[in-house]
Structure formats: C-alpha cells, structure tokens
C-alpha cells in the first residue's frame, strides 16, 4: 500500500477510535494512531487470526486499522495512568 493510502486510512481510523474513545488527539496523533493501529491491527488480523488484510483503502483495512488504533488507544490511556499514579 503506498504511503498516501497509509495516511489516508490512518487518518480515517485515527479519528473513528479518538471518537469511539472519546479521546482528544490533534491531526498529526490522530494519523500516527491510525497508521499504528493498522500496522498492530493488520498484523493481528492476518498473522494471529487468520483474517482480512489492511492493503488499500476499503472498509475492512479501515475496520481493521481502527480496532488496532483503539487498542493502541487503550494501551497508551493506561500507560498514562500508571505512570500519574506513581508520582
């Protein structure tokens, strides 16, 4: 997939998990999450479970890179708290 098509999908699933997530992240995060997010969500898809591919701009590289992009959410939401936690 070209690098436009990884902004794009990033972009587009980096805002649907800030969204779904109820998170505030800028454009840049936002795109950053997405890409992270496909990359933690097309790995997972592909290799663990077997499914689906994040290799254009289509509903299922989106679906896939934004439930990667939440999980990421999640993962960093948590991080964020244990470390407020320990000062």
């Known amino acids: 997939m070209g690098y436009l098509a990884w ?3 990033g972009a587009v699933a980096g805002f649907l ?3 779904i997530m109820g998170s505030r992240e800028g454009l840049v995060m936002m795109v950053v999450l997405g890409i992270v997010g496909g ?3 097309g ?3 592909t ?3 077997g499914i689906g591919t994040v290799d254009g701009i289509n509903t299922e590289s989106v679906l896939i890179a934004t439930i990667g992009a939440v999980a990421v959410l999640l993962v960093a939401s948590g991080a964020r708290s244990t470390r407020s936690s320990m000062r």
């Open 7 to 9: 902004i794009v999908v």
């Open 43 to 45: 790995f997972l898809a």
């Open 39 to 41: 990359l933690l969500g």
């Open 47 to 49: 290799t663990v479970f």
């Open 17 to 19: 998990a800030s969204t």
